[in-house]
């Protein structure tokens, strides 16, 4: 596709630079952390750090296509507590671990492509569309449990979040493999492409022959998967899959989304700047408890964060252009 | 422009050191204890950070206090344990957001060789044995014991007949299923008190409120309500005043200053008093003895009791 190549390549710059601010953000404030405490600069608490941003860098990467199509998903955290609590239950029925786990990416891809039907097929603005799922999914998870946790597993499925190789934590390489793929998938396969034409401008898109209807329910589709995927390594982590789990998660995502750089107007934005992003959010938390900082406090200072960024941000777009 | 971020950032992290600076420079050598709390805007809890500060101050340790900024958020709360334990506190005092959901980070405390003190609300037995988590202590009020003055208060109050309903708390809590179930084997000794809607209200007022509104549609001719906490007894309140009725015995749980002013007032009939301060007071008070090598009880009971009009001057003097 010609349009949605010469898109990229129009944005390329600001798309590096941007990256390049967000990224030089992070090392400022793990400089500033390190200056201010001995216990942040460690081996042990950098993979401690990257473990906890996680769960929020995989629904973040969902996250980020639908915010390119100029869409938002505030139904993730919900949707992932309906995907755990059913792959819990499963487990619990006694289901193989392989099924169990495909359950809860199913449930969480089924809830995206209704999303993504609601909003093509149906024509429902992406916001009302996932403000009712985020409704429906939290409501089934809380009916299917009767609002109770669902908890205790077998270590086989613990060590998805338990274990390490080389040091590492699992859940760790997992989110790499998923950016490396979702890397993969937006720059080179015809799905980026057309995710980013879709967001720079939809109605070009249709006319130049893209079924957008089938593209931007695979994106949703697709964020619902991951949410799935999160709501897996959510459930190994706490040895329990709550009803009540993600709430407040569709912020974090978006936060780390446009900390990382994407627009919010859609058209454009990369993956490895959510990563950046939400590795930005999860040092910060990290960084404030390592100092003993209050609860309020550190609201106050994430939420400045993320302001500062996209001020920046947007100070960065106008001198490219 | 990224000297811009660079700078932002430096500035807001610098305002924020400065303003925890305090806490740490008076008592740095001092032993470090970290009092983990399910939230730090809930007045219970504030009362029970407060108990802590003072004992700690009294004697000359170290305290941190951390909370995530939802109660129910037990991903947060792992990972602020899980921070702590890369600051290498002494000892962790915890108020579990989940029963359940804390085992993975006592876990990962024990691993770590830091002893893990529970605070208010129990850790699921079952989870910890399976998972052999070990745990130092657990510091709390007798919820069912507080659950069942609720139950024989309101039995009084309705001469052991009439129609109830409660509040629940957020299904799975420990704290709340105690009291219910106190609650509960207290009216079994009066059968004619029936209980005609027993529904959670997660623990907030806003919801104590709509839930209390849709009971009071469907049961006109409810006598008592017991809630599990003082802020959903005190949401029902409110929603009698808006239904216009009156005659309802609302009975809370915690104290709180609001829920006594109630009581005074005579919108709410009783509060069962737990101490968080108390509480806090010896969470700290015993993580200090435990680094000190001395020996401290599996299980510390502190007290609970019936609020009333009666008494209801006399505790305020008390706390």
Not at chain 1, 236 to 244: C, D, V
Not at chain 2, 29 to 51: D, H, R, S, W, Y
Not at chain 2, 144 to 170: C, H, N, R
Request: one cysteine or more; a neutral charge.
């Amino acid at each position: 596709m010609r349009s949605g190549g010469l898109t990229l390549r129009g944005n390329f710059f600001s798309h590096y630079g941007r990256q390049l601010g967000t990224l030089s953000g992070l090392l400022g404030l793990v400089v500033v952390l390190w200056a201010l405490t001995p216990h942040f600069l460690t081996v042990s608490n950098l993979l401690n750090v990257a473990e906890q941003a996680t769960i929020i860098a995989i629904v973040a990467v969902g996250m980020t296509f639908v915010i390119i199509t100029a869409g938002i998903d505030l139904s993730v955290g919900s949707v992932l507590a309906f995907a755990g609590v059913v792959m819990a239950s499963l487990l619990h029925a006694g289901l193989p671990l392989p099924l169990a786990l495909v359950a809860g990416l199913g449930t969480g891809l089924l809830c995206g492509v209704v999303n993504g039907l609601l909003i093509t097929v149906g024509r429902l603005p992406p916001f009302i569309a996932t403000l009712g799922m985020m409704s429906v999914a939290r409501g089934s998870a809380l009916m299917f449990t009767e609002g109770r946790p669902i908890s205790g597993f077998a270590e086989g499925f613990r060590s998805l979040a338990t274990g390490d190789v080389l040091g590492v934590p699992v859940p760790v390489i997992i989110m790499l493999a998923i950016y490396a793929i979702a890397h993969f998938v937006l720059r080179r396969t015809k799905l980026g492409r057309y995710t980013y034409a879709i967001g720079g401008n939809e109605e070009a898109a249709l006319l130049s022959g893209i079924n957008v209807r089938i593209y931007k329910t695979m994106v949703y589709g697709l964020a619902g998967m991951l949410s799935g995927l999160a709501a897996i390594l959510l459930t190994a982590r706490l040895n329990s899959a709550q009803p009540i789990a993600g709430m407040n998660y569709e912020l974090d995502a978006i936060a780390a989304t446009v900390i990382g750089g994407t627009s919010l107007l859609g058209g454009e934005g990369t993956v490895v700047g959510t990563l950046i992003g939400a590795l930005i959010m999860a040092v910060l938390r990290n960084g404030l408890n390592l100092l003993g900082v209050s609860s309020f406090i550190q609201q106050i200072v994430i939420g400045s964060v993320i302001i500062a960024a996209v001020l920046i941000d947007m100070g960065l777009k106008r001198r490219g252009k | 422009m990224r000297k811009n971020l660079i700078l932002i950032l430096s500035v807001i992290l610098s305002f924020t050191f400065t303003s925890c600076q305090r806490g740490n420079d008076q008592t740095s050598g001092a032993p470090k204890i970290a009092l983990v709390m399910k939230t730090a805007n809930n007045p219970f809890f504030i009362e029970m950070q407060k108990g802590a500060e003072e004992e700690a101050k009294k004697l000359g340790v170290n305290l941190v206090v951390q909370a995530a900024e939802r109660e129910v958020d037990v991903e947060k709360q792992m990972q602020i344990v899980e921070n702590l334990i890369q600051t290498k506190v002494a000892a962790l005092c915890v108020t579990p957001s989940g029963s359940r959901e804390i085992v993975p980070a006592i876990e990962k405390a024990n691993r770590a060789g830091i002893p893990v003190l529970i605070i208010d609300t129990r850790v699921d037995p079952k989870a910890l044995s399976e998972s052999q988590g070990k745990v130092a202590s657990f510091i709390g009020s007798d919820n069912y014991e507080g659950g069942k003055l609720a139950g024989e208060f309101i039995a009084k109050q309705l001469g052991g007949k009439g129609k109830v309903a409660v509040l629940e708390g957020i299904p799975g809590h420990e704290t709340g299923d105690s009291r219910l179930r106190g609650f509960r084997d207290a009216l079994k000794t009066t059968p004619e008190i029936e209980i005609v809607a027993s529904q959670t209200a997660n623990w907030e007022r806003d919801q104590g409120f709509n839930v209390f509104q849709n009971i009071l549609q469907s049961h006109q001719d409810v006598q008592a309500v017991f809630a599990c906490s003082d802020l959903m007894a005190l949401g029902a309140v409110e929603a009698i005043a808006a239904a216009k009725k009156t005659g309802i015995v609302v009975v809370g749980f915690d104290a709180s200053a609001e829920a006594r002013d109630a009581i005074g007032r005579g919108t709410m009939g009783a509060t069962i008093a737990q101490s968080p301060a108390t509480m806090g007071a010896l969470a700290v008070e015993n993580a200090y003895r435990l680094i000190k090598g001395e020996g401290i009880k599996d299980e510390i009971v502190v007290p609970i009791k019936l609020v009333t009009k009666e008494n209801v001057g006399a505790t305020n003097a008390n706390n």
